[in-house]
Structure formats: C-alpha cells, structure tokens
C-alpha cells in the first residue's frame, strides 16, 4: 500500500501544510498501515525481526538463496523469495541485516536490489560497519536509514533492542514505526551515517571496559583475590557495567572475550580504519585496546 509513503518532494508539495505537520499525520496513519517489508539477511537478528513485523501485522518477504536456505525459512512468517530483487519489488523498506560490511555493499551496490525498490522505499542496514557505506547506498538515490543495533536476539524478540539511527529526519520519522515493531530504544542521533559512528564508538568503549577488565583482575590476583570473588564483588559496586555483566554470567574476563572476539574484531578494524580516514585520534582508547585479552583481536571474519 502506498497512499501514506510519500517522499520528501512529495511533502514540501503540499501548500500550506508545513512538513513537520505532514511527518506527524504520516506517522500517526503509517504506525496502522499493513506494509511490505523485505528482509536480507534472516540470521540470529533477523529472523527474529520478521518475526515482530509479521507479528505486526505486516506483509514480510525474506531472502533465501540458496535451496537449503528456503528450506530453513520454509516456517517462518514470510513469503521466502530466491533473488534480491524479489524482496525489493513492491517494497516500503527493505532491512539489511548481514554479517559484515562487505555484504552489505554486494547485496546493495553489487547487486539489482536498488534497481528493484519503488520510489520512496527506504533501505535500513543494521549492519555495523562503514559509515561510508551507506553513504555510497544513498549515492545511488536511495533513501537510507543506517540502524546498527545494540543487543541480542532475545532483545529483538523482546522488542527491545536498541537502534541507533542516522538520516534525514522525514526520513526517519517514517521509517520509525517499523522499527518500533521490533525495537525500544529507537534513537534519532543524527544525519545518515551518524549510527555507525555512534555504534563504533559504544562497541570500543565496550572492547576497552573489557581490556580494563582484565587489568583489574590481573591486579586482583597480584592481591591475593580469585577472579570470580573480584568480578561478584564488582558487580555490587560503582565499577559496575553492561560489560562486567557479560563478564560474570561467562566466568572469566578471558571467556567472554572470546565468546564476544567475532563481532568486536570486525568493528574495531572499522573504527580504527573510519579514524585513520578522518585523522582521529583515539587516545587513550587506542592503548586500552591495544592491551585488552588477546581473544578480543583473535577473529576479525
């Protein structure tokens, strides 16, 4: 259904009707409207997402490409399609939600995804990466939201993983009721590319809590305290984070470090390379990285 998903020409057309106005009558119609949203990338985020959209009411299509990959998806809420461009067809959004920065851009630039999208359809990548990235998406006259998430599939199952969101802001404003299907917070923090800036950011600072973690313990045990009564106590005090958490539900600083090395690796590569581009230093980020567990540099796939 299209009535409601205007483009931004489509409202500053509208004499009278300043576009703040037109973006709150659209969301408040748009947040009831049955949508067409396609779905690449249905893994441990995604699939739980077109769960909530489909549960949403909405009419979701999902990528499999290969015969195994339909077969897995066979009972999901969804009609499975074979090609890209059958998920872009008729599409209000489509949600990008692969593995890594170089998928996102075959699927995107390599691929007949875009040339596929109707007018006034919106790309959202939750994929961290590049700020660059979706800066070059957009370049094809797409319109983009980039959306990198914060948390777990049991909190997109929950509806309540964080989004932090970069674009424009009618653009935004009309995307948001679809991520509200599966997300709480949904946080507005800037023009295109300005979540993954922010999602880099948040997952160094995550990446040196743990190298300082493991400073702490390793000063700990020079005191004569055992690691699991250190982090316990830690818990309780004012040193206390989402990453000490992590620590204590996984035993030691040097398990958790490897169970988070895959996702942490890859988007540490990012924001060293992003402020390498841009001439930013990262101070001492940069030497709490760099003395973190050797498990949180061992896998960058």
């Given at each position: 259904m299209r009535s409601l998903w205007l483009s931004r020409s489509d409202m500053k057309s509208r004499r009278g009707t300043s576009d703040r106005q037109v973006v709150e009558s659209m969301v408040l119609a748009f947040g009831r409207?049955?949508?067409?949203?396609?779905?690449?990338?249905?893994?441990?985020?995604?699939?739980?997402?077109?769960?909530?959209?489909?549960?949403?009411?909405?009419?979701?299509?999902?990528?499999?490409?290969?015969?195994?990959?339909?077969?897995?998806?066979?009972?999901?809420?969804?009609?499975?399609?074979?090609?890209?461009?059958?998920?872009?067809?008729?599409?209000?959004?489509?949600?990008?939600?692969?593995?890594?920065?170089?998928?996102?851009?075959?699927?995107?630039?390599?691929?007949?995804?875009?040339?596929?999208?109707?007018?006034?359809?919106?790309?959202?990548?939750?994929?961290?990466?590049?700020?660059?990235?979706?800066e070059a998406v957009a370049a094809r006259g797409?319109?983009?939201?980039?959306?990198?998430?914060?948390?777990?599939?049991?909190?997109?199952?929950?509806?309540?993983?964080?989004?932090?969101?970069?674009?424009?802001?009618?653009?935004?404003?009309?995307?948001?009721?679809?991520?509200?299907?599966?997300?709480?917070?949904?946080?507005h923090v800037g023009p295109l590319g300005t979540g993954q800036r922010v999602k880099l950011i948040n997952n160094t600072v995550f990446a040196a809590q743990i190298g300082l973690l493991s400073h702490a313990v390793r000063l700990g045990q020079h005191l004569g305290i055992a690691e699991a009564d250190?982090?316990?106590?830690?818990?309780?005090?004012?040193?206390?984070?989402?990453?000490?958490?992590?620590?204590?539900?996984?035993?030691?600083?040097?398990?958790?470090?490897?169970s988070t090395a895959e996702f942490l690796g890859k988007d540490l590569d990012v924001v060293k390379a992003v402020a390498d581009e841009l001439g930013a230093d990262l101070g001492v980020l940069a030497a709490v990285l760099d003395a973190s567990p050797p498990e949180q540099h061992g896998r960058h796939d």
């Open positions: 409207e049955i949508l067409v949203i396609g779905v690449v990338g249905a893994g441990r985020m995604g699939r739980p997402m077109l769960r909530r959209l489909a549960e949403a009411g909405h009419d979701v299509r999902v990528l499999g490409r290969t015969p195994e990959a339909r077969r897995a998806l066979a009972g999901e809420p969804a009609r499975v399609v074979a090609r890209p461009a059958e998920v872009a067809e008729g599409a209000d959004a489509v949600l990008v939600c692969v593995h890594n920065d170089d998928q996102v851009r075959e699927v995107c630039l390599d691929g007949d995804l875009l040339d596929a999208m109707p007018a006034g359809a919106v790309v959202v990548v939750h994929t961290t990466g590049s700020p660059h990235t979706v797409t319109e983009v939201v980039d959306a990198p998430v914060s948390g777990g599939p049991h909190d997109v199952a929950a509806g309540r993983v964080t989004l932090f969101v970069g674009g424009a802001d009618d653009t935004v404003a009309r995307i948001l009721p679809v991520l509200r299907s599966y997300a709480d917070p949904v946080l250190l982090l316990d106590a830690l818990t309780h005090g004012s040193a206390a984070s989402r990453a000490l958490a992590g620590v204590v539900r996984r035993g030691s600083v040097a398990e958790f470090a490897r």
